[in-house]
């Protein structure tokens, strides 16, 4: 069966159109959840880091599953659902959405550390299994291959959404941290957020926009 090419200058125009149609809904529903990671650190300070990567990766979970209704509700021109509609419809998906993104970072970081090329190819097939999880719902170990399935034959122009997507974030990152360098923790803090808050979009509409691209 011929596969039909993806371009991933298209992709990346694309999580770009979203981004800058979709801003004040991605960027305010990341402010306020990233808010809470904030706050703790504010109160509790660094004493409380793991506690704080654990809620920051349980965030990231569930923004990322909004993200995906978000890009699935927009499919026909434009968005029909409430940003709490959309929260509230990843919670059945939330803990299979947890799981998956677990055994997604064992294996990959895995990959990296066996001559880094492994995981670069985990990374790639397994590029829409978020997507995959909370749209299809095949299961935990399935959405795996599922995903697999679904970057089968495009997976040089996957890597390159990947590379393109990853340069852009490690951009605005660097950018970031050289100008919050001078300022203090709190500062710096800030800063944490705000680009927390801005990339965050990115990376969760990278994952969904090659999905709909992929079964189309």
Do not use: C
Request: no cysteine; net charge positive.
């Amino acid at each position: 069966m011929s596969v039909q090419p993806i371009s991933p200058g298209a992709i990346v125009s694309r999580i770009w159109a979203i981004y800058r149609d979709q801003f004040s809904v991605l960027v305010s529903t990341a402010v306020a959840l990233y808010a809470i990671q904030f706050v703790i650190y504010l109160v509790l300070g660094s004493a409380v880091s793991f506690a704080l990567a654990i809620l920051f990766w349980a965030l990231s979970i569930l923004y990322q599953g909004m993200v995906v209704k978000l890009v699935q509700d927009i499919q026909d021109g434009q968005r029909d659902h409430s940003v709490r509609d959309l929260v509230r419809s990843v919670e059945p998906v939330l803990w299979p959405l947890a799981a998956v993104s677990i055994l997604f970072g064992i294996g990959v970081g895995i990959g990296f550390v066996l001559l880094i090329i492994p995981g670069l190819i985990l990374l790639v097939i397994w590029s829409v299994v978020a997507p995959v999880t909370v749209l299809e719902r095949p299961g935990i170990f399935r959405a795996f291959g599922r995903s697999r399935e679904l970057v089968r034959g495009n997976g040089w122009n996957v890597f390159g959404v990947i590379v393109l997507v990853f340069l852009a974030v490690a951009v605005v990152s660097l950018a970031a941290g050289l100008a919050a360098s001078s300022l203090g923790s709190l500062g710096q803090a800030v800063v944490q957020w705000a680009v927390n808050a801005a990339i965050a979009p990115v990376t969760a509409l990278a994952a969904s926009v090659l999905y709909f691209a992929l079964i189309a």
